[in-house]
């Protein structure tokens, strides 16, 4: 069964929820995030499927927008005083099986008020929120996903995060570093990843396309420029004026 069950309320930044649930997905594998309008079928009994799902997750993410608390049903009364309201029924149950209960308040959405809670929510006001702004929303859902990795060992071990794997590579290029420090005075190209190294220079060095000026001092007469042309990649010619420097002088 998924381990994180995405609550939220039609009317009220649903929207917000899918992109929650496809972040985390992506991260974590799309069997462990339940979002009722993707998971369950066509055809499954719905109080069922969601019971059964916010019964046997480790985490509840409670999507908070600002219409939230105040959303009213049909009938004018607010829909969280319903005790057959499906939001809170899917809150109370993950209360009741010990599951972390985590509000995601949705941009400028003001932290729960227990006086503007049922008394059997109260509890809600109390748990430790994430916020989710739009213009922050990458940093926002890393942030959510890296605490979701930390709650639960199972997403742990399933994630997919660039950053873990950005870490993997930076190990990797740790290695070749080693490796280029253990080449003495050579140029070439390690594994492919480190690109053109030249060890111990003694002087400017060039590796691209154009040419290279190098200007040592010479004792006496010698003194003058060298001049070498090449790509790297065929011939390199060596021109110096030292020669025409003695032809000048004789």
């Not at 227990?114 to 994430?130: I, M, N, S």
């Not at 290695?175 to 050579?186: E, F, H, L, T």
């Not at 003694?202 to 396309?209: A, H, I, M």
């Amino acid at each position: 069964m998924p381990e994180i069950f995405v609550n939220y309320r039609t009317g009220d930044e649903e929207a917000t929820a899918t992109v929650i649930e496809r972040e985390l997905s992506a991260r974590f594998g799309d069997d462990q995030v339940f979002r009722a309008g993707k998971s369950i079928r066509p055809g499954r009994a719905f109080p069922q499927e969601l019971l059964t799902a916010v019964g046997r997750c480790s985490v509840l993410l409670v999507v908070i927008g600002p219409r939230w608390a105040e959303f009213t049903d049909r009938d004018g009364r607010r829909a969280l005083d319903d005790p057959e309201d499906w939001t809170r029924r899917e809150i109370l149950e993950a209360l009741d099986t010990g599951a972390h209960v985590i509000p995601v308040l949705v941009g400028r959405t003001t932290r729960l008020d227990r006086t503007v809670l049922p008394r059997e929510l109260e509890e809600l006001a109390d748990h430790q929120y994430r916020r989710l702004d739009h213009r922050n929303a990458e940093a926002d859902l890393r942030r959510l996903g890296d605490d979701l990795a930390d709650l639960v060992p199972q997403l742990a071990d399933t994630d997919r995060s660039p950053q873990r794997r950005g870490d993997e590579s930076a190990q990797d290029t740790g290695s070749v570093r080693m490796k280029a420090r253990d080449v003495r005075g050579g140029i070439g190209n390690l594994h492919g990843g480190l690109g053109t190294f030249v060890n111990e220079p003694r002087g400017p060095v060039n590796t691209g396309p154009g040419a290279q000026y190098n200007a040592p001092t010479f004792s006496g007469d010698g003194m003058g420029v060298n001049y070498v042309a090449g790509d790297n990649s065929g011939d390199m010619r060596q021109h110096s004026e030292r020669a025409d420097h003695r032809k000048d002088g004789e």
